[in-house]
C-alpha cells in the first residue's frame, strides 16, 4: 500500500517565509553588534582592565600594573609589561611579553576557554620574611566570605573550580623562560621553565631545580574539551626530589617517575565523578616521625574513582590500590559540615602471603624483612568517627589466614623468647646493660615462683583478658581513639601486654608510624601462630620490663624495694608494683621518708582491689588492700625527699606510650578533693596535714609537673 505524508506534517510556506526573516535579522542584529564590538574592542579591553585591576586592589590590596594592552587580529591580546605587587610586600610576579588568545564560539555563551597562551620572560617570587608573607592575600579571607551564610555545595564547587582549570589551559602553548621561585627566611628554591609546548594535544616541558641542580621533564597528552590529561614528570640522569623539603621540614622524598592519568569527568545529578589513574616508581620517603629508615615503594598506584558530593568527598569502594603484585580495595568518605565524619574502609581478598609480605615496601618493617611465608591472608578494616559523637566511634580490623605458615625467619626470629635470650634496654637512644632472660641470670624467676598478687595486679591492672584475647583489645583501641580525639592530643594508648612485649624485645624504641604497624603486625604472628604460649610470654614480660631507674624484671624489683623474693610479694606490694609500670621512674616518689605510701595512692588501691576481690582473685577488703602494710626497704628511704608534686591517685598518666588498661576501659574520671594531696616542704611555711589538705589539680598544674618531668628525664640522661 502506498503511503502518503499527512497534512499536518505540511508547514506552509509563509511560516518558512518569516521564519527566514526573523533568522535573517537576527544575524544580522548579531554582525552589526559584532561590527560594533571590534569597533569599540580597545576601549571594551581598558574599561575591563582598569576594572580588574580596582577589584585586585580592593579585594587583596594588590597594585597590577599593566604597561600596554591591545589586541592582534580578532581573538588574541598582547600584553606587555605586567607587573603584581602587594602592598608594603615584595614584588610577586612581572611578565615581559603575553599573548592570550580566546575562542569565539564559546565567548558567545559566556564560556571564556582559551586558544593560545604565549609568554616570553616571566617570573613569580614567593618571599617570606619572618612572619610577613608576599602571598599571604591567597589565604585572607574576604569581608563578605565571613558573613555569609549560604551552603557550600562541594559537587557545584569542583565542578567549577575543574572547569575554570581545563578553560584555561590552551589549544596551543609556548612558554619561553619563566621562572618560579620560594625564599622562606633566606631558604631559597627557583624553578626555572626554559620550554613548555602544548602542540595538537602534546604537552612537553623541561624544569631546571635551581638552575642547574637537576632537570625535571613533563610529557603527556592534554585534551580540556573532553577533560582528558594523561601526563608523566621525572628527571633527567638521576631522581626527581627536592632538597628545600629535607632542609625545611626534615623531609627527605624522591622518586624516578610520577605518572597522573584523568579518564573522565563527570556531573551526575548532584554528584561529581571523576575517574583516574596515580602512579609512582621507585619511591623513596623518610621522615623521623614515618620509619627510622628509607622505605622504598618500586611500584605502586590507585586507581581511583573520586565523587564528590552536595557535602563530601569520597573515594568509591571501586577504586584499587596496587602494590608490586598485591591489590586492595579502599573507601575513603569525609563528611563537611559544623561536626565532621569520616569513613574508612580496606578490603582484600585472599593474597599469596609471600607476594603480600614481598610487597612491604623496603625499610618499613625490618625485623620482617627476608621472612618466607606459605599460604594466604586475607585484610578488612572498619573504621568510622563522628565528631559530634567521637565515643561512638567504630573500629573493626581483621587478618584472616587460610594454610598460613612461617617458613623461615626474617632478621628476626620472633620464636626466640622461648628459650634463654639477651635482652638490651635503651633510654633515650643509649643502651642501658644487656640483661639475660634466662636461668643463667640469678635475678630471673619463673613464672610459678612470682607471688600470685603481683601477677593478678598486674593483669588486672595492664590487661585483665590477656589469657583469652588473640594480641589486640578491640575495645580498648576504640576508647583510646575516642579520647585522643576529643583532647586532640595522644592521651591514651590501647597497649596490651602482648604489644608491650613485642615492642620491648623486638623493635627499636622510636616513636614512628612504621614501629607501631610492625608492632602490630608482629603481635598478629606470634599471638595467632602460636609462636610462644601465653605462659611463657607472660614470665618474658615480667621479667624484663622496667620497674624503677635501672631496676628491669621483677626478680631486681623485688629486692630493690622491699628486699625479698618474687614469691613474697604481699597484696599490697604487688598493687603498689602494679601501679608504677605505666611510670616505673617514679616509684620511690610514692614512698613517704618513713618508708609508707603516700595517701595519694589509696584511691588507686581501693580501685585494683575491688576488681580483683569482684573475679575472685583476694577478699573484700576494707582497708585498702594492703595499702598501710606496705613499707619501703629501710635503706631506700634515705632517698625519698618531700617535694610539692601532687599525685594522682589514678597513676593513669604515662610517660611514654606504654598505657594502663585501666585509663583504656574506664577512662578519665573525675578526681575528688581526697584523691590529690601535696606534700609539706620543710623549706616553706607549714601547711594543713597531708589527709585533710584538699588542692584540686588544673590542666595547668598537670602541664607544668609534666614539663618538669621531661626535663628531669633528660637531664638524667644527658
Known sequence: MTKYPSRSMRIPPRYLKVAGIVFGSLIILVLIGGIIAYSKRETILRATIDKAVRKAKKDYNLDVHIKSAKFEGLRTVVFRDVSVVPDNRDSLAFIRNLRVGVKLLPLLFGDV?????G?????????????????EFLFRKRAQDTVSTKKVNLADVANKLLNNVFNKVPDDMDVREFTISYNDNGDKVSLSVPSATIDGGKLKSTILVNKS???????GDVDPGDKQFDVRLFAEGKKLELPFL???????????????????????????????????????????????NDIIVPNGAIDADLIVGEDFVSVDSSSVIRLKNITANPYIKYTLGKKKKLALKLHTDYLDAQSLFDAFPQGLFESLEGMQVAGKLQYDLDFFIDTARPDSVRLSSSLNK?????????????????????????????????????????NFTPLDEISSNLKNALLTAEDPSFFSHHGFVEESIRKSIATNFKEKAFKRGGSTISMQLVKNVYLNRQKTLARKIEEMLIV????????SSKQRMFETYLNLIEWGRNVYGIGEASRYYFGKRPSEITLGEGIFLASIVPRPKKGLYFFEPDGSLRQGLHGYFRLIGNLMA??????????????????????????????????????????????????????PKEKKATDSIRVSDPNKSKVPPRDTLKVPETPKSRREQRKAEREARKKDGS
Not at 632478621?411 to 635470650?421: A, E, G, R, V, W
Request: no cysteine; aromatic share 8%; net charge positive.
Open 213 to 219: 641542580e637537576s632537570r625535571w621533564h613533563v610529557e
Open 119 to 135: 609568554l616570553h620572560d616571566g617570573r613569580i617570587t614567593l618571599v617570606k620574611r619572618d612572619s610577613l608573607r608576599n602571598y
Open 402 to 442: 587460610k594454610d598460613f605458615k612461617i617458613v623461615k625467619w626474617g632478621k628476626t626470629d620472633l620464636q626466640k623468647i622461648n628459650s634463654t635470650f639477651v635482652y638490651t634496654p635503651y633510654e633515650y637512644g643509649k643502651p642501658m646493660r644487656d640483661i639475660v632472660v634466662g636461668p643463667s641470670n640469678p
Open 246 to 292: 629535607q632542609r625545611k621540614y626534615d623531609l627527605k622524598l624522591n622518586f624516578d617517575t610520577l605518572h597522573a592519568q584523568m579518564k573522565s569527568a563527570e556531573r551526575t545529578g548532584d554528584e561529581l565523578r571523576i575517574s583516574g589513574t596515580w602512579a609512582i616508581k621507585n619511591l623513596l620517603l623518610n621522615h623521623p616521625k614515618v620509619a627510622a
Open 524 to 531: 598478629w604472628l606470634i599471638e595467632n601462630n602460636r609462636l
Open 614 to 667: 569482684k573475679k575472685g582473685l583476694t577478699q573484700r577488703d576494707s582497708d585498702a588492700y594492703g595499702f598501710y602494710g606496705v613499707r619501703l626497704k629501710e635503706s631506700l628511704r634515705q632517698e625519698v625527699v618531700p617535694d610539692s608534686v601532687v599525685t594522682d591517685s589514678t597513676l593513669l598518666m604515662d610517660d611514654d606510650d606504654t598505657q594502663s588498661f585501666l585509663r583504656d576501659v574506664l577512662g
Open 113 to 117: 576557554k582559551l586558544a593560545e597562551v
